[in-house]
């Protein structure tokens, strides 16, 4: 019997081979089950450790730090050569840039003055120059004049990327030490980012970097800040009315690369107010016998920093811990640094009595010359009030920045998340500012005084 179906010539076998691998290969692919970000949206997150660990000046190697050392220097004198008063126009920009990287503060601030308050007909790095106006006050602890360039700003410009990186700056400036005015300037700014929220720009390549517009789900950021911030203050009605606004402005359909960044930011700001989350703990390294207090007794207030185990400025910080702890020793603070990574493996307990040890007649194991290994991040916290905590806890909190700072009041209640600057164990800086308005809105109650029973007390 013949067959109606032909065997396939050998010279097309390959050919035919090939298609049924694409087909097969086409037909088991896996379609994605939830939203994911855009190629460049996932090389954007997966350059995050980079960029955090770039940006502090103290993780740069000697050499870049010589460099940038002589580069000031030279800025300043370049600086100090000139006066405001030679430019116009763009030159005046120019001019504020370079007293800026010399530190230059003063001259920094009459040259933007200057630009802004020119009669040009055209001025078409009106932006640029309110940043440097306000980074000039930020610079010489002007909250008053931060507040009103950041207002005149929002005024005079489009709402575009270097105006939301200046307010950025100003807002935390003045959030926790000036909240009144971290308030009136945030209201002002909520109705422009509801209008760009309702009419999103079209995101197309920018001519120049003022036009570049601000990203949907930075927008839902901005404005959840300020709810955050009103909770902060004690205004949780408020702050309710100003999520409702947001939810209500935003598009109907979202790109995954607004929609996952927005759900974390919401999911994130849904913590304040909720009581903190059990969080498991892998081990101390302050003390092998220690019991961590977290969710047991709060104090006055608990606060935790966490980080994953390369952010090295977090470490750093983390390093402060224990003598922030003997400065503060009185308000009752719990601190703790939160170091998320898998749990360390523990040496078993030796068996019987220890050896007499002979490491000073063992020969190194490092050989002349040959530079020693680092020390992990666990290593170099030994001995500081840190808990190990799994990788998962970044995600608990929906952390995309580092150290996160996670503050509760006396009843475990979440009030305060935030990312914290190098600085902020510093007297007077971010943690004690906190703490302050903590201790201050949320007292630690007190239990009444035992009384004796009243002589005409019937029993």
């Known amino acids: 019997m013949v067959s109606l179906i032909q065997a396939p010539s050998l010279k097309k076998l390959p050919l035919l081979l090939f298609l049924l691998t694409t087909l097969a290969t086409a037909q088991s692919a896996p379609v994605p089950s939830t939203p994911q970000l855009s190629p460049q949206s996932a090389y954007d997150q997966v350059m995050r450790p980079l960029e955090i660990t770039r940006r502090a000046i ?29 430019f116009t126009g763009d030159d005046l920009i120019a001019y504020a840039r370079l007293c800026a990287l010399g530190q230059q503060w003063p001259a920094v601030l009459t040259a933007a003055t200057n630009y802004i308050t020119s009669t040009d007909a055209s001025k078409p790095q009106l932006a640029q120059a309110y940043a440097y106006e306000v980074g000039a006050n930020l610079h010489t602890n002007a909250p008053k004049a931060i507040l009103a360039d950041s207002l005149a700003m929002l005024n005079a410009v489009p709402y575009n990327s270097i105006t939301d990186e200046t307010l950025y700056g100003a807002l935390h400036y003045l959030q926790l030490a000036f909240t009144p005015d971290a308030l009136t300037l945030y209201a002002a700014r909520q109705p422009i980012l509801l209008a760009a929220l309702r009419n999103p720009r079209p995101a197309t390549r920018p001519a120049t970097a003022t036009e570049t517009p601000v990203p949907i789900h930075t927008l839902y950021a901005d404005g959840l800040a300020f709810a955050a911030l009103q909770q902060f203050a004690g205004d949780p009605q408020a702050a309710a009315k100003t999520v409702a606004e947001l939810d209500t402005a935003l598009p109907a359909t979202l790109e995954p690369d607004d929609s996952i960044p927005i759900g974390e930011t919401h999911r994130q700001y849904a913590l304040l107010g909720t009581p903190l989350p059990a969080i498991p703990l892998s081990l101390s390294l302050f003390a092998a016998a220690e019991t961590p207090r977290i969710n047991t007794n709060y104090g006055a207030s608990t606060v935790l920093f966490l980080f994953p185990d390369w952010c090295a400025q977090c470490v750093r910080l983390a390093q402060q811990i224990l003598p922030t702890l003997f400065r503060i020793s009185e308000s009752e603070v719990h601190l703790y640094a939160l170091l998320a990574q898998p749990a360390p493996p523990v040496p078993a307990a030796p068996q019987g009595p220890p050896k007499p040890s002979f490491a000073k007649l063992k020969p190194s194991s490092t050989a002349p010359g040959q530079p020693e290994s680092p020390k992990t991040a666990a290593e170099q916290l030994r001995g500081t009030p840190t808990l190990i905590v799994p990788p998962a806890t970044i995600s608990q909190f929906a952390a995309t920045d580092f150290p996160l700072l996670i503050a509760t009041d006396p009843k475990g209640i979440i009030r305060f998340i935030q990312p914290a600057s190098e600085t902020a164990l510093n007297p007077g800086d971010f943690l004690d500012q906190v703490i302050m308005h903590i201790t201050e809105q949320w007292p630690r109650e007190t239990p009444p005084r035992a009384t004796a029973p009243s002589a005409s007390t019937k029993l």
Do not use: F, H, V
């Not at 220097?73 to 000139?82: L, V």
């Open 58 to 86: 103290t993780n740069w190697s000697d050499a870049e730090t010589a460099a940038l050392a002589i580069a000031i220097k030279q800025a300043a004198e370049a600086c100090i050569a000139r006066t405001p008063g030679q």
